[in-house]
T-cell receptor, first 112, second 110 residues
Framework: NAGVTQTPKFQVLKTGQSMTLQCAQD?????MSWYRQDPGMGLRLIHY???????DQGEVPNGYNVSRSTTEDFPLRLLSAAPSQTSVYFC???????????FGPGTRLTVL | KQEVTQIPAALSVPEGENLVLNCSFT??????LQWFRQDPGKGLTSLLL???SQREQTSGRLNASLDKSSGRSTLYIAASQPGDSATYLC?????????WGAGTKLIIKP
């Protein structure tokens, strides 16, 4: 099992550009989520999904879109990147909503 | 709203000492609590997961405790080593989310 994979590992964007951060898991987990981590702060939840076709907002959803068409994949889209979205993004998955979450290696995004 | 706090934000101790990292949460209605380690510029390494029905978990030199009634968890590191230097994060499973503390940056001096 590859676990939770994220691509790309690093990305630099210009303000206003769009991009999609990819997340995939091969553990047949129902629950998937996206977090961002900023310096000196804990991780904050952006969006989450409890199963294919179902998504919901977390603490900081503005500027981000998600969809969940399959159990395996949960992409995060930035429609118009802003410097405030410079951060490290982590994807996670688990069986159920309150069970141990497994994390991907992260994507380090810089918006100029 | 659940809030998780870790104090101190940074800690420096000599090699070989035993130490305790603290994590407090405001809402005792948590499902699980998990401790992670993060090295600079790296991802998250899960250390210990304590389920809500448990009071502690042990792995090697690490021992994590959970006291829901007082809203506290501690991570005990025995016989600290320079390789333990990292940021330690705790996270509470609460209402379909993981709520994170800001972390304690630990430096072990040789």
């Amino acid at each position: 099992n590859a676990g939770v994979t994220q691509t790309p590992k690093f990305q630099v964007l210009k303000t206003g550009q769009s991009m999609t951060l990819q997340c995939a898991q091969d553990m047949n987990h129902e629950y998937m989520s996206w977090y961002r981590q900023d310096p000196g702060m804990g991780l904050r939840l952006i969006h989450y999904s409890v199963g294919a076709g179902i998504t919901d907002q977390g603490e900081v959803p503005n500027g981000y879109n998600v969809s969940r068409s399959t159990t395996e994949d949960f992409p995060l889209r930035l429609l118009s990147a802003a410097p405030s979205q410079t951060s490290v993004y982590f994807c996670a998955s688990s069986h159920g909503t309150n069970n141990e979450q497994f994390f991907g290696p992260g994507t380090r995004l810089t918006v100029l | 709203k659940q809030e998780v706090t870790q104090i101190p934000a940074a800690l420096s101790v000599p090699e070989g000492e035993n130490l305790v990292l603290n994590c407090s949460f405001t809402d005792s209605a948590i499902y699980n609590l998990q401790w992670f380690r993060q090295d600079p510029g790296k991802g998250l390494t899960s250390l210990l997961l304590i389920q809500s029905s448990q009071r502690e978990q042990t792995s090697g030199r690490l021992n994590a405790s959970l006291d829901k009634s007082s809203g506290r968890s501690t991570l005990y590191i025995a016989a600290s080593q320079p390789g333990d230097s990292a940021t330690y994060l705790c996270a509470a499973y609460s209402n379909y989310q993981l709520i994170w503390g800001a972390g304690t940056k630990l430096i072990i001096k040789p």
